[in-house]
Structures are given as C-alpha cells and as structure tokens.
C-alpha cells in the first residue's frame, strides 16, 4: 500500500539556518503530495502541496519540489525562525482509488534564538 | 471564513466509559474525514463521508467505534466502551467533494485512565 517516509526528528536548528526536512514515498502512479504543519496545541494546517511531477509547491519561504524519479518531496527553507518550531508532516493522497491522506510519523523542528 | 470546528477540545474519562466527539466542517465542504493520531505519529483515516453517506469506514474499529452525519453537515464520532489504548487526537477533516486539499479541526485530545 502507499506509504510516506519521513526523517526522524527532533531537528535543531539556530535561528537563521538552512532547513530541510526529507520525505520519501511508495505510491502507484501519480499521488498528490503535500506537507502539513502542526503548532504546538493546534490542528494540523497544509503548508504547501504539489500535484504533478516536477511542480514546485512554494509558501511562507517554504518550498518542496516533487520529483517523481527519486519519489520525494523535500522541504526546505532558506532561513528559518524561532516561529517556525513545530511538527512537519510529508502526505499524499493517490491519484486514484482511496481520497484518504497517507501521513509520514512527523517531524519536529526546534529553532533556537 | 470559519474554519473546522470541533468540541470539546479535551476529554478525560474512565475505561468503559462512553465518549463522543463533535465536528462542524467548513460551510460548502460536502466531504468529511475523522482521522486519529497517536502520540508521534500521524493521523489515520477512521471514516470518511460524501455528504450523509460513509464512503470508507474500512479502518473503523466497528466494535466499539461508531459515527454518524445525518444531515451531510456536522458529524459526531462515538466510542463505546473505551479503552486505554484509545488515548489519541481525534481529527475532524473536511473538504470540497473530490478535492484534494483537506482543512483540519484543532482536535479533540482524549485521555482515558
């Protein structure tokens, strides 16, 4: 079945360094893969998403680039801020059959002053 | 626009206890999701519904598990009896029919001792 692999965490990083946070899939065909945020305390908010290979899903300095050759879905960001500390979740939904996210284990981002 | 709205946020109850949970999606969003997510881990689909029909309930724990969406609005989740290992974040998810972006309620955070 589908499946989403994601790094294992916590990630610690200081304010102003470079993130990136991996994210693998299995899926036949064609998914949709998107990322997800979830603040302490809260429910979980879509960050970004992309819905064809090589699209480039892009929002808040965030960014993640599907590439289908290499089945991942990376996120990065250039320069991230104490605000930015939460748990990031890689997902997909097939292309066909069950309209269900596929959710990888998560992965928590610490940024310190 | 409001967005998923579910109560109550947090439950504590006693094993063999009855618990139920309630979720208002986002006004228009013909599609509902009740996921569960585990401490550290990501959410798993229990039910979905299109409109007042449950279109996957594949992974619902029907023994003791049960819901409902009798007007194609809101929906209520219901757990009897509960057991420790019920202890979890219940999801509520909505979204337009066949869309692929889904729009996610705070939570409820049950404890069962």
């Known amino acids: 079945g589908d499946s989403v692999t994601q790094m294992e965490g916590p990630v610690t990083l200081s304010e102003e360094a470079f993130l990136t946070i991996n994210c693998t899939y299995t899926?036949?065909?064609?998914?949709?893969l998107f990322w997800y945020v979830q603040y302490p305390g809260e429910g979980l908010q879509l960050l970004l998403k992309a819905t064809k290979a090589d699209d480039k899903g892009s929002n808040k300095g965030f960014e993640a680039t599907y590439r289908k050759e290499t089945t991942s879905f990376h996120l990065e960001k250039g320069s991230v801020q104490v605000s930015d500390s939460a748990v990031y979740f890689c997902a997909l939904i097939p292309y066909t059959g069950r309209r269900a996210l596929t959710f990888g284990s998560g992965t928590r981002l610490q940024v310190q002053p | 626009e409001a967005g998923v709205v579910q109560s109550p946020r947090y439950k504590i109850i006693e094993k063999k206890q009855p618990v139920a949970f309630w979720c208002n999606p986002i006004?228009?969003?013909?599609?509902l999701y009740w996921y569960l997510q585990n401490l550290g881990q990501g959410p798993e689909l229990l039910i979905r519904y299109e409109n007042e029909e449950a279109v996957d309930d594949s992974q619902l724990p029907k023994d003791r598990f049960s819901a409902e969406r009798l007007k194609g609005v809101d929906s209520t989740l219901k757990i009897q009896p509960a057991e420790l290992g019920d202890s979890a974040v219940y999801l509520c998810?909505?979204?337009?029919?066949?869309?692929?972006?889904?729009?996610f309620g705070p939570g409820t955070r049950l404890t069962v001792l």
């Open positions: 899926a036949t065909g064609y998914p949709s």
């Open positions: 006004s228009g969003h013909n599609t």
């Open positions: 998810a909505s979204s337009y029919e066949g869309g692929n972006e889904q729009f």
